[in-house]
């Protein structure tokens, strides 16, 4: 077995087990202490949609019509690039035209399951180092610490931290970064 199946494998082990070891806890206590609106009780699309900093992405997703997927059951985990992210790519990822594009690279934020950063960076540290994702799209995030912080790194060499508080919904998780971990041009 190589090295790079070997970790690939340690990762998913880890992952898994912190997954189930998540399950395990006693959720009684959030469940009935939750109230309408509040984290924990909202889903993905509504956590995106009450966000200011993430307006971008939320109205990226109403006008695909995906809102309705971060709606759905499936757990996922959203590393949605900020308003000011998204902005820094140029007028020339504007209009009707370049949303195809906004879209496909929105697929290369998201990963399936429930996963706040205290699972990656318990994964990086039962993994010793750096831990790989594959995404909803065709990519990889690569995920490592910096300090105490999260770090994940898109294919293109693209790093973000998260720069606010993770959201946890019922449905999933939204962490805000603060770039976009796709390179938009052709090829990239």
């Known amino acids: 077995m190589t090295f790079a199946k070997r970790s690939r494998t340690s990762l998913a082990a880890v992952l898994g087990c912190t997954l189930m070891l998540?399950?395990?806890?006693?959720?009684?206590?959030?469940?009935?202490?939750?109230?309408?609106g509040e984290p924990g009780t909202q889903t993905i699309a509504a956590?995106?949609?009450e966000n200011d900093q993430l307006s971008s992405v939320d109205g990226l997703l109403r006008d695909a019509g995906l809102?309705?997927?971060?709606?759905?059951a499936p757990h996922y985990t959203?590393?949605?690039?900020?308003?000011?992210?998204?902005?820094?790519?140029?007028?020339?990822?504007?209009?009707?035209?370049a949303q195809a594009a906004l879209i496909a690279v929105l697929r290369e934020h998201v990963?399936?399951?429930y996963l706040t950063p205290d699972?990656?960076?318990?994964?990086?540290?039962?993994?010793?180092?750096p831990v790989e994702m594959a995404t909803m799209g065709s990519g990889t995030l690569t995920f490592a610490m910096d300090g105490?912080?999260?770090?994940?790194?898109?294919?293109?060499?693209?790093?973000?931290s998260a720069i606010g508080?993770?959201?946890?919904?019922?449905?999933?998780v939204v962490v805000p970064i603060d770039t976009v971990l796709k390179d938009l041009t052709p090829g990239g």
């Open 111 to 113: 990963v399936p399951g």
């Open 148 to 160: 105490d912080t999260v770090t994940v790194a898109g294919e293109n060499g693209e790093q973000g």
């Open 78 to 97: 959203v590393f949605a690039p900020t308003d000011e992210a998204l902005g820094s790519l140029g007028e020339e990822f504007t209009g009707e035209e």
């Open 119 to 129: 699972d990656i960076a318990n994964a990086i540290e039962a993994n010793a180092g």
């Open 165 to 172: 508080s993770e959201m946890l919904g019922a449905n999933g």
């Open 67 to 72: 809102s309705g997927t971060f709606d759905a």
């Open 22 to 36: 998540a399950a395990c806890g006693d959720t009684t206590a959030d469940e009935s202490a939750a109230t309408p």
């Open 47 to 49: 956590m995106i949609a």
